[in-house]
């Protein structure tokens, strides 16, 4: 068997082919986010959004549960009673008169008293006197009969122990001095303020998503000016290096370069970590590994093209959630004050049921179950609470006032935010200005120090001093731009703009 031998070059391209392969495809698989894909990110999966949306949901349905105050109430409700004795309803013998039948209404079957009129049936049935004719009558003034018949005591005894009772009842209120009607105004306004709350509470998420995001990038940029920086060094210390072989610089000046050459390692180590530390804090908001995170700087060289409509507009402190939380909570205070006010007020109620006794009272009390049906109305009128309701009136009208105070302070702090705010976009922008113009010249200023030097119109110190200003400038540049873009998310928190990016 013949073994095939690859050509030389064709085995060194598929080896870097292969290298290719398994580096470079890794890496290009760790996509770059933008700051729209932290912000949806962020927004999908944070916790407080989700606490937020379920409060709203909470007061959805004690909006509905107020509802049902309208509604009539059915309920059921039933008892047991047993009794130790038996019940004896007379506490003496009862003695009851004997009335002939001609005194029976027969229509009625009860007891006419005009019959007595007749002399013949008075005579047999009432007590006369013989001196006067009339009928007698006892010390209560009721006339005195000539027969009676007794019912003992002892005998009409209910020896019913075991009791049981139950009913149906419908409660449907007719007026309650418009209590009902405002406790579903204050359940309508509470799912207002939680839906603002909702909103609010995205808004602060996007705000921590771009603050993140920019610190981040702030940081990727130092990194990457702390590693040109360390490169200018470690090049500069090779030059002297040579140049110290030649004999055209002193050891001295070689010494003074590594000494710079190991505080920009330690600033490079230290513009790693705290580029780690704020990819972990934006992990965190946006729920990825921090490995996982390169962040896209998002043209941050580039200012905007114009000033944002915000800027020049008047806007109104009335489009930030917190106004319409404000008035919303002033609309529940006014509700309250006419609860409290309805406490003068009368309750009426229509109430209707059906029951079940057991001794069976509409039936001899005998030991079955008697049923009857009811209606009424219930009214409740108050009369006199030692002041309580006044004085209830009186603090929900201070809390109601309070609450207008608020709304007009927010207002106002709200419009100087705005206009603070703008200012100081405005300074960003300018500084982001000056900064980008100061780096130009520190690095022109750089490069004519190092052509000096080499030439040997100027001393190491000079370029030394150079490079540090070219890193100081780069760096407070990319202060300045990240302000620009924090001061304006700053502005579009103030004027209400953010609410445009939470969906």
């Known amino acids: ?26 890496l290009s698989a760790q996509q770059k986010l933008s700051l729209d894909e932290c912000r949806m990110m962020a927004l999908k999966q944070n916790r407080e959004i989700r606490i937020a949306q379920n409060e709203m949901q909470t007061t959805t349905h004690a909006r509905k549960s107020v509802q049902t105050q309208y509604l009539p109430k059915v309920s059921f409700g039933g008892a047991w009673l047993r009794t130790g004795k038996a019940l004896q309803p007379l506490e003496n013998d009862l ?24 002399p013949e049936t008075a005579m047999n049935t009432l007590v006369i006197n013989p001196q006067t004719g009339a009928p007698m009558v006892d010390q209560a003034g009721n006339p005195i009969f000539r027969n009676y018949t007794m019912l003992p005591a002892d005998k009409l005894v209910f020896d019913h122990k075991n009791s049981y009772y139950a009913r149906f009842t419908v ?5 309650t001095g418009f209590k009902i009607t405002e406790a579903n105004h204050i359940a309508r306004r509470a799912e207002n303020i939680a839906k603002e709350k909702e909103v609010l509470t995205r808004a602060e998420v ?3 998503t771009d603050e993140a995001f920019w ?3 702030s940081l990727q940029e130092k990194l990457k000016l702390a590693n040109a920086y360390e490169a200018l060094l470690d090049r500069l210390v090779t030059d002297l290096g040579n140049m110290y072989a030649e004999g055209i610089i002193t050891r001295n000046d070689v010494l003074k370069a590594q000494v710079k050459q190991n505080e920009a390692k330690l600033k490079t180590l230290q513009a790693e970590n705290g580029c780690a530390l704020s990819k972990m804090a934006l992990a965190q908001i946006i729920g990825m590994e921090e490995s996982e995170i390169e962040v896209d700087p998002d043209n941050m060289e580039k200012p905007p093209l114009s000033m944002p409509a915000s800027f020049y507009q008047e806007i109104s402190p009335d489009n930030r959630a917190e106004i319409t939380m404000l008035k919303e909570k002033a609309a529940i205070m006014e509700s309250k004050r006419n609860i409290e006010r309805s406490k003068f007020m009368p309750d009426v109620a229509l109430t209707g049921g059906y029951g079940w006794m057991n001794p069976n009272p509409y039936n001899g009390l005998r030991s079955e179950f008697g049923g009857n049906w009811s209606v009424g ?9 030692w002041g309580e309701r006044r004085h209830d009136l009186h603090a929900a009208k201070l809390k109601m006032e309070n609450v207008q105070l608020e709304l007009n302070e927010a207002r106002e702090m709200i419009d100087l935010q705005i206009r603070q705010n703008r200012y100081r976009y405005s300074e960003a922008l300018k500084k982001a200005e000056m900064t980008g113009l100061s780096r130009k010249q520190a690095e022109e200023n750089m490069r004519m120090a190092k052509e000096n030097l080499m030439e040997g119109r100027s001393r190491l110190t000079e370029l030394l001093e150079a490079q540090l200003q070219w890193e100081n400038a780069s760096s407070e540049h990319i202060d300045a ?16 703009e953010i609410y445009n990016h939470l969906y």
Not at 97 to 108: E, K, Q, S
Not at 481 to 496: A, C, F, P, Q
């Open 171 to 175: 409660t449907q209120p007719i007026f």
């Open 1 to 26: 068997m013949k073994m095939r031998i690859m050509n030389p070059d064709k085995q060194q391209f598929t080896c870097l082919l292969t290298l290719f392969t398994l580096f470079v495809f890794p």
């Open 481 to 496: 731009l990240v302000e620009m873009r924090t001061t304006l998310l700053e502005l579009d928190k103030s004027t209400g």
């Open 206 to 208: 996007v705000a921590k």
């Open 377 to 385: 109305v219930m009214v409740s009128i108050p009369i006199f609470t």
């Open 95 to 118: 003695f009851l008169p004997v009335v002939p039948f001609n005194t029976i209404d027969p229509a009625t079957g009860r007891f006419n008293p005009e019959a007595l009129r007749d």
């Open 215 to 217: 610190r981040v990038v």
